[in-house]
């Protein structure tokens, strides 16, 4: 490995990896200008700001220059290049003093050199694209750097994809760690109502992430998962929730996705909790890779009194699917189909026949996003069992509920009825 890239007591050897997609086309960057200067090693590397890591290699010479090989970078010819101190193009090594006191000139001895910086799209400095010789080489000249420029331009294309990935998955990451070390998001209820009693009958619990990320609960739970941090934040909100069971009366409603429920954590969970006051939501966008696993997880937490729902129907055109082959015991209607319901005549005609349909497969209801007393009214009269909105009350902590009106103690007689399934 040129020292260069990877100087001596600054190596890490090991087995050659297995190059991406993005590397190899970097490689065939390199083969064209190792082939056109005909110089004996190009490599691509990449400068972090104390270290330089030789990251795609073509060279002559495997045996000295090694990919994943790392250098000082104030050490190399590449930064001093950078620095000025070095012209781009050095046909002979010799005749720069301050290149021959650097440790590439001495091992491999390097004796020509090209370089000339890998710049993204923003700016901002990624590396450098090289070419080295182990002779001199008088031919070298301001056409082959022109040609190393437009080699580190297409390279820079082809790796700035992978470098922003990497940035975001660090900044979620970054993120998100905290708040799982922390033991989970913040998770606060929000009311849910009989439309016809006007009683108070569950909760459904939310996950709240800090404000100053901007994003919505459901963004927070995909950057998760794309981190492998998303089965545990799901698992540790499911916690969150259950912790309010203590302090609320009738049924709580807790969001899972349909992979995170297939492990046996949350099984686990599941068994730990008065089962007859949980309500578990799958949402319509959710992909279930295998309905017959999913119930077979389901259907003995289900025969000990849990409840099953699937949320946001209406909102797209997967939701039949959900329904028929889960049975659900409640339907929650997303809220673009209920806003606005009672001066829309097609909306409402919609929600009839979801009534009409959910009723039919012997499930409940549930109204979301209710805003105005004329929209309740409208639902009323459409026959859905029940409402959730800030008309009956904001998400927030249950020993500081922020409902609209007292809301009427739930008898366990009222908050079975209320997620008891309807007969057709």
């Not at 009366?249 to 297939?262: D, F, K, Q, R, W």
Request: charged share 25%; aromatic share 4%; with cysteine.
């Amino acid at each position: 490995m040129t020292a260069d890239v990877a100087g001596e007591g600054h190596r890490e050897v090991g087995m050659k990896k297995r190059r991406s997609d993005a590397e190899e086309q970097v490689a065939e960057l390199l083969r064209t200008a190792k082939e056109s200067l005909h110089l004996s090693v190009a490599f691509l590397s990449r400068l972090d700001g104390t270290t330089q890591h030789l990251e795609v290699v073509e060279s002559s010479v495997p045996f000295l220059f090694q990919e994943g090989n790392q250098q000082k970078q104030e050490t190399t010819f590449c930064q001093a290049i950078l620095d000025g101190d070095l012209p781009a193009v050095i046909p002979d090594v010799r005749k720069h003093p301050a290149a021959m006191a650097l440790p590439a000139a001495r091992l491999p001895r390097i004796r020509s050199f090209v370089s000339v910086p890998v710049v993204l799209s923003d700016g901002e400095l990624y590396g450098t694209f090289c070419a080295a010789g182990l002779t001199t080489d008088k031919d070298l000249s301001k056409r082959d750097r022109s040609l190393m420029t437009v080699l580190a331009s297409a390279a820079a294309l082809v790796i700035e994809p992978g470098v922003r990935e990497a940035a975001r998955r660090r900044e979620v990451l970054d993120r998100l760690e905290p708040v799982v070390a922390d033991g989970g998001p913040l998770v606060v209820l929000q009311p849910i109502v009989d439309l016809v009693t006007d009683r108070q009958v569950g909760s459904e619990a939310l996950s709240r992430f800090p404000a100053a990320w901007g994003k919505a609960p459901d963004v927070v739970f995909e950057e998760a998962h794309s981190v492998g941090l998303g089965h545990r934040l799901e698992l540790l909100a499911l916690r969150r929730a259950a912790d309010h069971l203590d302090a609320v009366e009738g049924y709580v409603a807790m969001n899972i996705s349909p992979a995170t429920l297939l492990l046996p954590e949350f099984t686990d969970l599941m068994r730990a909790l008065p089962l007859d006051r949980v309500l578990l939501e799958l949402s319509e966008h959710d992909q279930v890779a295998d309905y017959a696993e999913l119930a077979a997880v389901l259907a003995p937490l289900r025969t000990d009194g849990l409840r099953l729902a699937i949320d946001d129907v209406g909102a797209g055109y997967s939701s039949l699917r959900h329904i028929v082959l889960t049975s659900p015991d409640v339907l929650k209607m997303d809220r673009s189909v209920v806003s606005g319901v009672d001066t829309d005549p097609v909306l409402a005609k919609l929600v009839s026949s979801l009534v009409e349909f959910g009723h039919g497969c012997g499930a409940k209801v549930v109204a979301e996003g209710v805003e105005t007393a004329a929209e309740a009214a409208e639902l009323r009269r459409l026959q859905v069992d029940l409402g959730q909105g800030w008309l009956f009350g904001r998400p927030a902590s249950p020993v500081t509920p922020a409902v609209r009106t007292p809301a009427v103690p739930v008898t366990r007689a009222a908050r079975d009825d209320a997620l008891t399934p309807t007969a057709g």
